[in-house]
């Protein structure tokens, strides 16, 4: 299948794009302090254009110097035009074309750098005490006119057009909803009037680029959890004053970083793949606007349809870029099976990014190689070697196929029946079937590499001297970690593993141990099936390590469940048909019929394998939950670069 629609040319004013694909705006952290563009950021686009992706629009990009974010891409002066043009260039030579989104955060502005002026169209509070003034009409007059320099530097930076960011909770988008925007001037009350600002930089953008360039703009749906926010109604009628202004293409997104509709700005797997283009076809259908579809679209077929079926006139691909810079050209030439999908995880691409302390730059948990494609590069081994790969999991997988596209000769045997490791079992949770189909993918992917894969083999001391390899990478996983309290024998206990498997059936009355992300799955997973289900968790909160954007949709599931929990709450002991826990220094019996035990893992025992590696001198690497349980993005990371440097 070559999915014609979707790689059909189209022509907007006098610009062509060679297909329907659109890479966004999204933010990398691979920024140089001072918003200025850096090579890194420019491997990281120019890798995804030479994949075949039409057009590549950058992040947020400031366009007024006061309330630029340092971290933020910034196009408020001529002094960044030389990066931008060399982006441009990079994108050019791929054979792409490139758009700058042009971007004033509002209050989200200060959530990148304090220093950065907050520009709200209402008073508005942050934290006790302390409340941001409204903008004031000059300062909207200069951020008017600041946006229409922006697009004259745009156009002098080489840019092929550019998109206005009119959504997700910016000022724009604030000036544009009544449920922010409280002002009783020309600037508030009536749409017409909210629209003013919009408009105003709509028409300042229009009148600094060329005739012929379109002018993109992103937009909200709808406003999501918002009192009086703006309907598709509001927004239909907005996209209609903004098509007269001189907007050309309406890139149709949803959330807002005022409530928990942030979730929909990077949609995590708990949302349904595709959840808001039938909001774009309605927008394309009553505004006549050449449409963008936005919004967990991560399959060729699933954008193909969308095209075809007139719904949207192109679609943003852009997790499903970042998991596999060549998805286009795969797509494009039939070979969608060696797609390396993404299954909005959020582990890279958001929990990496806002994470800035630990963390550098986004990630991928499918494509380690995010924001280092230069460095990742695989370069062919002048030296082959056969290396021995214990344990078929994500991450054993990823150095096995690896090793073999370097010209290495792995064996990778997996004790299981199949590939796939965890990953499997992660993939009976509630809304995560896709990460089981990841792992079956990823199987077949591993094959298909020419990697030695022997299912049902468990890696023995034996098992080397046969296979005498150059050396030994253990991937062997974790398992259930244990819990040493008394009664934790009883027949009614049983692990995540037992429940997520169908090993064992729970009814009744279910504590479940442990109020991690494994936790709270494994709770939700039981009270669709009609069980009351308690959370004990001993340290405070729970779900913790939750990612912003996952925490919101496993927290509503918790809500809508009506699941129970208690955060510092210490388990003392197992009882016939109760648990006993000390909660505030207090002991309470808690009534149950099963316990299950989500409190984590530990690494399986490898000492034998290792211990036969080191006293025969064969050079043996610990990579994944073998070394220490994390997220599979670690475990895949830690696999790509060893595969690299063998």
Known sequence: ??????????????????????????????????????????????????????????????????????????????????????????????????????????????MGDPSAQIIVPSDMQMAPGVVIPAATIDTVRDVVKAFGDAAGRAVEAGFDTVEFHAAHGYSPHSFLSAAINKRTDEYGGSLENRARYSLECIESIRRNIPEGMPLLMRVVAQDDYLENGLTIDDIIAFAKMAGKAGVDVLDVSRGNAHSAGVKFEVPPIDLPRGFNVDNAARIRKETGMITIAVGRINDPKQADDIISAGKADMVVMGRAQIADPEFCNKARTGNEEDIVRCIACNQGCVDHYTNKAEFPHLSCLRNPAVGREKE?????????????????????????????????????CEKASELGGQFLQAGLAPRKAEMRDAAISRGQQTYKAGVDVRLNTEVTPRLIDEISPDAVIIATGAEPAVFDIPGIHRPNVCTSYDIFSDRIQVTGNVIVVGGGL????VAEYLAERKVNVTVIEALEGIGRELGTFRKVCVMESMYCYNIASMDKTKCIEIKEGAMTVEKDGSLQDLNCDYVVIAI??????????????????????VIGDASKPRR???????????ARKI
């Open 600 to 621: 984590g893992s530990r690494p399986i025992d490898f000492s034998a394998i290792k211990q036969h590696c080191d006293k025969n001198n064969i050079r043996n690497y």
């Open 1 to 110: 299948m070559k999915f014609e629609h979707l790689f059909e040319p189209i022509q907007i004013r006098s610009l062509e794009l060679r297909n329907r694909v659109v890479f966004p705006a999204m933010a990398t952290n691979l920024i140089s302090d001072g918003g200025y563009v850096t090579d890194a950021l420019i491997d990281y686009h120019t890798a995804r254009t030479k994949g075949g992706n039409g057009l590549n629009i950058t992040e947020a990009t400031s366009v007024h110097a006061p309330s630029a974010p340092r971290n933020f891409l910034n196009i408020s002066d001529d002094k960044f035009i030389p990066g931008l043009k060399k982006f441009t260039d990079s994108i050019h030579e791929a054979g792409g074309k490139a758009c700058v989104q042009l971007w004033q955060g509002g209050f989200v502005a200060a």
């Open 376 to 412: 990742f590069e695989l370069i062919p081994t002048a030296d082959p070697k056969t290396i021995l790969i214990a344990g078929g999991g994500m991450g054993g997988m990823e150095a096995a196929i690896t090793l073999a596209g370097r010209g290495h000769h792995p064996i990778l």
């Open 518 to 521: 494994i936790g709270l799955e």
């Open 632 to 642: 599979a993005l670690d475990a895949i990371a830690e696999a790509a670069e060893l």
